[in-house]
């Protein structure tokens, strides 16, 4: 394995800079498709083509032109993204990667979160990037909403953006995302129409949350199953959710926990994610259970469940993720407050939830004070 500090494995920014070889010399793998999505997250607004039949603009094309900070203000994780994008601008496999058919809304009305971008990778194929949840707190209560609702706002948006793409670009589609946009990414290979379904040659999955078991018994899922891969870390929880039967393979992560969502810490050699036999059996023994919890109930309970939390994020008056740190011993005795009066199994639930949002607050934080 390439070892770029003591202790460190190469990762995806390492996969970009060490890369030399073109589409046309080497095949697409699950690496190449989390490096893509990964460009989803940028504001490309005023850069990239809102239309699917703009002019492409290429990521050394814009780095020419100086990237601009915009590009990558209130981004998750920005300065890797920032760190990824300046090694994708050098290299030989993705610097010529044309971009076009960026679209980003944010509807509160609707719960709606939103992002695409397509990459046109120069051997005829193109790549439909789905962005996963983001830092508002819109865009998590749509996740939450995929617990009792099929589909969801974002879900019938990615099947009209992936028609749109098949209807502009001939040859062979690949669609993939991150988190909430793998799930975005599967539902729109099974659910676009049939001719640009025939043309879609893989959907990647990186962590993205599970559907509902009616989703995986229709027809449409069926004819999209075989061109599904699904990549979990190893205390995967995002994509534990609501994982019936789909089949995943697992990847080595450098953190440890919730944090090995972080798509920075993914182990890369050779070109390939480094292999773990499974996930861990503890989040295993955890996903189970909220999984088991989650299927018990019917989908007037799930909706009930989800408000709940909902309204307890809203009692804390954060409007994102990154929110949550600003004061954030007052917030926590106002999320409890909220809390009060629940059923105990219910509260138990909207507790670890709510951690867990508080924990990822601290870790962009940390980072963006590293």
Same mark, same amino acid.
């Given at each position: 394995?390439?070892?770029?500090?003591?202790?460190?494995?190469?990762?995806?920014?390492?996969? !970009?800079?060490?890369?030399?070889?073109?589409?046309?010399?080497?095949?697409?793998?699950?690496?190449?498709?989390?490096?893509?999505?990964?460009?989803?997250?940028?504001?490309?607004?005023?850069?990239?083509?809102?239309?699917?039949?703009?002019?492409?603009?290429?990521?050394?094309?814009?780095?020419?032109?100086?990237?601009?900070?915009?590009?990558?203000?209130?981004?998750?994780?920005?300065?890797?993204?920032?760190?990824?994008?300046?090694?994708? !601008?050098?290299?030989?496999?993705?610097?010529?990667?044309?971009?076009?058919?960026?679209?980003?809304?944010?509807?509160?009305?609707?719960?709606?979160?939103?992002?695409?971008?397509?990459?046109?990778?120069?051997?005829?194929?193109?790549?439909?990037?789905?962005?996963?949840?983001?830092?508002? @707190?819109?865009?998590? /209560?749509?996740?939450?909403?995929?617990?009792?609702?099929?589909?969801?706002?974002?879900?019938?948006?990615?099947?009209?953006?992936?028609?749109?793409?098949?209807?502009?670009?001939?040859?062979?589609?690949?669609?993939?995302?991150?988190? /909430?946009?793998?799930?975005?990414?599967?539902?729109?290979?099974? #659910?676009?129409?049939?001719?640009?379904?025939?043309?879609?040659?893989?959907? @990647?999955?990186?962590?993205?949350?599970?559907?509902?078991?009616?989703?995986?018994?229709?027809?449409?899922?069926?004819?999209?199953?075989?061109?599904?891969? #699904?990549?979990?870390?190893?205390?995967?929880?995002?994509?534990?959710?609501?994982?019936?039967?789909?089949?995943?393979?697992?990847? /080595?992560?450098?953190?440890?926990?919730?944090?090995?969502?972080?798509?920075?810490?993914?182990?890369?050699?050779?070109?390939?994610?480094?292999? !773990?036999?499974?996930?861990?059996?503890?989040?295993?023994?955890?996903?189970?259970?909220?999984?088991?919890?989650?299927?018990?109930?019917?989908?007037?309970?799930?909706?009930?469940?989800?408000?709940?939390?909902?309204?307890?994020?809203?009692?804390?008056?954060?409007?994102?993720?990154?929110?949550?740190?600003?004061?954030?011993?007052?917030?926590?005795?106002? !999320?409890?407050?909220?809390?009060?009066?629940?059923?105990?199994?219910?509260?138990?639930?909207?507790?670890?939830?709510?951690?867990?949002?508080?924990?990822?607050?601290?870790?962009?934080?940390?980072?963006?004070?590293?």
């Amino acid at each position: 394995m390439l070892k770029i500090g003591p202790g460190r494995a190469a990762n995806i920014i390492d996969y !970009a800079a060490e890369t030399n070889k073109t589409f046309q010399n080497r095949a697409f793998t699950a690496v190449d498709s989390l490096v893509l999505s990964q460009l989803s997250y940028l504001h490309f607004d005023g850069i990239v083509s809102g239309s699917a039949r703009g002019i492409p603009v290429t990521i050394r094309e814009i780095a020419r032109r100086g990237t601009p900070d915009a590009l990558f203000r209130g981004v998750i994780d920005g300065e890797n993204r920032r760190r990824l994008f300046a090694a994708l !601008a050098r290299s030989p496999r993705f610097r010529g990667t044309g971009l076009v058919f960026f679209l980003n809304r944010l509807d509160l009305e609707k719960e709606e979160q939103f992002s695409a971008v397509t990459c046109l990778l120069g051997d005829g194929t193109v790549y439909a990037a789905y962005r996963g949840t983001d830092s508002t @707190f819109v865009g998590w /209560k749509e996740d939450f909403n995929m617990a009792f609702l099929t589909p969801v706002p974002s879900q019938r948006e990615g099947t009209a953006y992936l028609n749109a793409v098949g209807h502009e670009f001939p040859g062979g589609i690949r669609a993939g995302g991150h988190s /909430k946009g793998g799930n975005i990414a599967v539902y729109s290979a099974a #659910k676009c129409e049939p001719d640009v379904q025939k043309r879609v040659i893989g959907v @990647f999955s990186h962590d993205g949350p599970g559907f509902r078991e009616e989703f995986l018994r229709c027809p449409a899922y069926a004819r999209i199953r075989s061109r599904i891969h #699904k990549t979990l870390p190893q205390s995967s929880l995002i994509g534990m959710l609501l994982q019936h039967s789909e089949r995943y393979s697992v990847v /080595k992560s450098s953190r440890i926990g919730l944090m090995q969502h972080d798509p920075f810490s993914w182990a890369v050699e050779g070109g390939a994610f480094v292999s !773990a036999e499974t996930v861990k059996s503890g989040a295993m023994f955890r996903n189970k259970a909220l999984n088991s919890w989650i299927d018990s109930l019917d989908d007037q309970k799930r909706e009930a469940f989800v408000s709940a939390l909902y309204e307890v994020i809203q009692a804390t008056g954060a409007k994102t993720i990154d929110d949550l740190t600003d004061r954030w011993r007052e917030k926590a005795v106002a !999320a409890l407050e909220a809390i009060r009066g629940m059923d105990e199994e219910t509260r138990s639930f909207v507790l670890q939830t709510i951690g867990l949002l508080f924990r990822l607050a601290v870790r962009n934080l940390w980072k963006a004070r590293r």
